[in-house]
């Protein structure tokens, strides 16, 4: 077989090596050996590979219309090679250099004169009349490699006649709206719904082309058929047997128009009102919504949920656009409403119930456990996640459009009641761990293994407690102690308490601030300006903040009041070790939660909480948790701060939006940040060895620290989660602050230091003696 042609053309391609012959010269190997029938039918059932007994036809009938200089040279070179021995091989070959010229020709990388070159070459190709109509034929290959890479070069083709010629491709443009139409009679649509997906993807990630124009000119022609498209596939009984397995037809047409959407909803941030198709998802989502929650494959169920939580995020398609939908989009509030009243509707009527979650873990490179395991494998974890937060976000988006607590507040608790069961009903708790007695443990539980998705939802629910808080004070002016009791209830049993959410986050890390220093610095998470909402709440409800930490303290006393807890410097408790504290009994996990309805006395704990150990790390980079479920124990302390990027806030305050853009660090930066904040650290633990409480009774042993007991009739509160909680906040001001010092700060923290400071000195001016 002789190839050396197209391959050395390959390696000067891949190399950017300039073409030494003519532009005909390379266009004439790029065109497709696919024979006709002699009547001529274009179709793709006369459209067939070259028999490897009869060899080929001349390539000089397809060239007939770029006669040069080097025809004689084609030809020779041409007869030299024994295309029928490797017909696949052979197209395989000129399919990825077509799809290589057109990557090469759009980079900047590229020198501009091979650059050039490259795009005549392209420009000779797409007058050969036929190389549509055979890249299309080979779509319906049943050699799926061949599909798969002539779906690419269409696509890679279609885009560049787009940009460079400001033209649609009719012969793509024509089979793609036949085919779309024709559907469900001809059911073979998967590839072109690739095609079109790579060709958005391709735009998307261009940076030197005014995407709006390209867009609408691609999408307009379109955007009727794509509508009607989607009622059409959306609309089948997923219960079928069409639907079990991921490799049957009907369930990869499915599984290809979900990359589809996904594609559709990125393409949306470049456009200022988005066309049919683009909204169709937000406005129709019950059909997304019935395939979650039948029988169909479990692989295209999670497909789509993971659609619909970049979609409530406004992230869809991460790894082809950056930033997210611009929200003053005026269609933009209206089809999130629509998606969020669909989505908190359904949830109310039980259907996250009806959602099978896979039953396997997740094991790396495969989901099958290895000889011998014996992890007892549970629900999926990512699935998990992004339904949780699906419901959340809905939830976060229908409080900010409600004008009146009436409004949400039904509908708040239904769901969230129904998200608790959910949660309990899906996180299966390991032998070692202590059985969830508290509601707002729930959040931890279920997000700690991911960091970007834990704050979204944290902030989700402390945006909701805020709307919802102000909503009630609007109300009334002045709030009975009775109708406070009632909210701080709420808040506890629908599990969104947000200083209880907090502290179980700071029992999950054990109290190391360089974890929120971590978080803090990573473009990766919302943290930033979740800690800046919080940090407000919390200079202005101190005074609920010290009485759950005061219950932290005394997990075992559960019926006193939350709102007769009294201030810290009033209130006595018996000074008992952090061990005594996290051993303390436990009784049985209630299989119900409690509802809604109970007496107005209690903070709602389901139980009693016990085996709840919280280690202090001798080592700035082991994160020790309380229980063996945290996965944070062996993360290194600090992220790779290279791939920070621009962190931008929502508006929380004028004053904390103040130059908060993030800069890459080089690596001396990196080490330099790493040795500072590990020589504070170590620092720190030294401190924390020989520093006790601040204990006014004598007779304790004061170099027990935390471990001394006093006699029940001289009780001082020990206040043990309000030390650690506060401490930990301290550090991470010090931190923050010497890293500031030292530019080394990816970002002006001067708004989130204020915070910081106010609140140690709330703190300090009241645990003074």
């Known amino acids: 077989m002789k190839m050396s042609l197209l391959q050395q053309m390959y390696k000067d391609v891949l ?59 084609v030809s020779h070179d041409l007869a030299n090679m024994n295309f029928s021995s490797c017909p696949r091989e052979v197209m395989l070959l000129q399919l990825t250099l077509i799809k290589m010229l057109v990557d090469k020709a759009e980079s900047q990388e590229t020198e501009f004169s091979t650059r050039q070159k490259y795009c005549e070459i392209l420009v000779l190709l797409l007058k050969e009349p036929k190389i549509s109509s055979k890249l299309i034929c080979l779509l319906s290959s049943c050699d799926q490699l061949l599909s798969h890479m002539a779906s690419k070069s269409l696509a890679s083709l279609v885009y560049f006649q787009l940009k460079e010629e400001n033209a649609l491709n009719v012969t793509w443009l024509t089979h793609s709206l036949k085919t779309l139409l024709e559907f469900p009679m001809c059911t073979q649509v998967a590839e072109c719904l690739w095609t079109l997906t790579a060709i958005i993807k391709d ?47 009907a369930a990869n047409n499915l599984i290809s128009f979900t990359d589809l959407l996904e594609a559709l909803q990125a393409s949306r941030i470049e456009l200022e009102l988005p066309l049919k198709c683009q909204r169709v998802l937000f406005l129709k989502v019950s059909y997304v919504l019935n395939i979650i929650s039948s029988s169909a494959h479990y692989f295209i169920k999670k497909k789509f949920i993971m659609l619909l939580k970049k979609c409530v995020l406004c992230k869809p398609g991460e790894d082809t656009v950056s930033g997210s939908w611009v929200l003053q989009n ?84 239904s769901s969230m009641s129904q998200l608790l069961t959910f949660w309990r009903s899906h996180m299966k ?121 005061n219950y932290f303290d005394t997990k075992h006393g559960t019926s006193q009041p939350v709102s007769s807890i009294k201030p810290p410097h009033q209130e006595k408790q018996s000074c008992m070790s952090d061990v005594n504290l996290q051993n303390a009994p436990c009784e049985p996990e209630p299989q119900t939660l409690i509802p809604l309805t109970t007496s107005h006395n209690c903070l709602v704990f389901t139980t009693e909480q016990g085996n709840n150990e ?112 506060t401490k930990c906040l301290e550090e991470l001001q010090n931190a923050i602050s010497r890293l500031q010092r030292r530019n080394l700060f990816p970002y002006n923290p001067s708004a989130l230091l204020r915070l910081l400071s106010h609140v140690e000195k709330i703190s300090k001016s009241i645990n003074a003696p």
């Not at 090596?17 to 005909?24: F, S, T």
């Not at 024979?35 to 490897?52: A, K, N, V």
């Not at 990630?205 to 009727?224: C, M, N, R, Y």
């Not at 007892?376 to 004008?403: C, H, M, P, W, Y």
């Open 15 to 73: 190399a950017g090596v300039p073409l030494a012959k003519e532009n005909c010269y390379y266009a004439s190997f790029l065109t497709l050996c696919i024979e006709q029938s002699p009547e001529g039918d274009e179709s793709c059932d006369r459209m067939h590979l070259p028999s490897t007994e009869g060899g080929i036809r001349s390539r000089q009938d397809d060239m007939s219309d770029t006669v040069g200089p080097t025809a004689d040279d």
């Open 330 to 413: 005026p269609y933009f509030y209206e089809d999130m409403l629509a998606l969020s009243n669909a989505v908190l509707q359904v949830v109310n009527l039980t259907w996250l119930n009806q959602i099978p979650l896979g039953e396997k873990a997740s094991y790396f490179g495969s989901s099958e456990a290895l000889p011998g395991d014996n992890t007892q494998s549970g629900s999926d974890q990512t699935a998990l996640r992004a339904i949780s937060l699906v419901v959340l976000k809905t939830l976060e988006f229908k409080f900010q459009n409600s004008a009146t607590e009436a409004e949400i507040k039904e509908v708040f608790q």
């Open 614 to 725: 919280v280690a202090e790390s001798n080592q700035s980079k082991s994160l020790l948790c309380n229980d063996s479920k945290s996965p944070l124990g062996s993360l290194q302390s600090l992220v790779n701060y290279d791939s920070s990027e621009d962190s931008e806030l929502e508006s929380v305050g004028k004053e904390c939006l103040v130059n908060t853009k993030q800069m890459p660090l080089n690596n001396e930066h990196e080490t330099m940040i790493r040795e500072t904040v590990c020589s504070y650290t170590d620092d720190k633990q030294n401190k924390l060895k020989s520093q006790v409480l601040p204990l006014k009774q004598k007779g304790c042993n004061t170099s027990s620290s935390l471990a001394c007991i006093v006699p029940s009739d001289n009780i001082v509160p020990l206040k043990i989660m309000l030390y650690k909680s």
């Open 429 to 549: 708790c390991s032998p070692q761990s202590h059985p969830v007695v508290h509601h707002c443990e729930w959040l931890s539980l279920v997000f700690i293994e991911q960091d970007d998705d834990m704050w979204e939802a944290a902030k989700a629910l402390l945006l909701s407690y805020l709307k919802f808080d102000r909503l009630r004070r609007d109300a009334a002016d002045n709030l009975s102690q009775k109708e406070e009791e009632s909210w701080n209830f709420l808040t506890h049993a629908s599990g969104y308490n947000p200083h209880c959410i907090f502290l179980f986050f700071l029992e999950k890390i054990a109290f190391d601030s360089t974890v929120l220093l971590d978080f803090l610095i990573s473009s990766e998470t919302c943290f930033l300006e979740y800690l800046v909402r919080y940090l407000k709440l919390l200079r202005e409800d101190w005074h609920q903040f010290v009485n759950v930490c």
């Open 203 to 249: 735009i998307l990630k261009d940076e030197t082309v005014p995407k709006a124009g390209i867009l609408k000119k691609l999408l307009s022609p379109l955007d009727d058929v794509l509508e009607g498209f989607y009622n059409s596939i959306l609309l089948h009984h997923f219960d079928s047997h069409l639907y079990t397995s991921p490799y049957s037809e």
